[in-house]
């Protein structure tokens, strides 16, 4: 694909697309619905391109592999959906114990269980609070266009290698089906990636001794201070990294809505039906979940206006809306599930009976 001019191109094959430009050299996956063009993408592209693929033969070795490959010096990546994330959870833990940098991509669908196929955003709290046991944290980034598929799997792969942490990119089933014209990023010469001078240590050309990777540690204290550092370095990670992205009335809206991914998108069109109908809503788009923007929220509820958090789960999101504005505005919630998407419509006429109107 040539890079510069837009192309119409699935969501799912957008992200695939841009891990390859972004140097991605390892990719290991399973198959499941909603994200399948993304490992279809993969087994087409990556061998053509020098680059290793491989269809694991269940999501705990595709992580797990994963792991073995970013340690190895490779930038290394994996994607899923839903119930195949859970699975993956304990390897997510493993390599944020040992500060391995990969990349996940994660289509939700509707759960819990099996559940559908259908687009959902209740993996929110496994993305945010990391899934995964112990003390560690994600990035988590959260595109609400095909572009931004395509734009923040480029940067998830230079965010993980820059801090040495995961970083999962979470989707849903609509913006990995969708098309949508993309301009996608350069290719970046393997050469050019960021040079990884703690990989294993024996390596072709390096000459250095062997070196140990793991986890584990077994003195309370020790283990104690590598995840109080780890901490200090998410510190930094929230002071650099947070994103937002805020629209509609630049003085002060009747009400702000919050809410990421596909019901952001929705609510873009709540704003054209509030604006004919002479309410100011303003929407604050978290970009990534973690860091969450609560500060740029807290500023905002500074006002005291109501605000509206839509999502499709039964109230995940809203959780962080309230810890960001620690009950300076009235938070409510509009929430669908299972694979169920809010409407302009319903969303324009929730605000309405929030303003009284």
Known sequence: MITG???LIKGNEAIAEAAIRAGCMAYFGYPI?????IIAYMAEHMLDAGRIFIQAESEVAAINMVYGASAAGARAMTSSSSPGISLKQEGMSFAAGADIPLVLVNMVRGGPGLGSIGPAQSDYFQATRSGGHGDYRSVVLAPKSVQECA?????????????????IVLGDGILGQMMEGVVLPPERPLSALPKRDWTLGRMAGTGR?????TSID??????EAQIKARFLRYDTVKARETRFEYSGDNGTPDITVVAYGTSARVVLGAQKLAEQGG???????????????????????QTG??????????????EDVRLAVLGTAPVHLLGHCGGVVPTAEEIFAVVKRLLGR
């Open 151 to 167: 734009d923040l799997t480029y940067l998830a792969f230079d965010l993980a290698d820059e801090y040495r942490m995961p970083v």
């Open 5 to 7: 001019d837009k192309q």
């Open 279 to 301: 309410i100011r809503l303003g929407l604050f788009r978290p970009i990534t979940l973690w860091p969450f923007p609560s500060e740029a929220l807290a500023r905002i509820a």
């Open 33 to 37: 619905t909603p994200q399948n063009e």
């Open 218 to 223: 077994l003195i309370p204290e020790s283990l």
């Open 209 to 213: 001794a062997s070196r140990h990777i």
């Open 305 to 318: 206006k109501p605000i509206l958090t839509v999502e499709m789960s039964m109230g995940q999101l809203v």
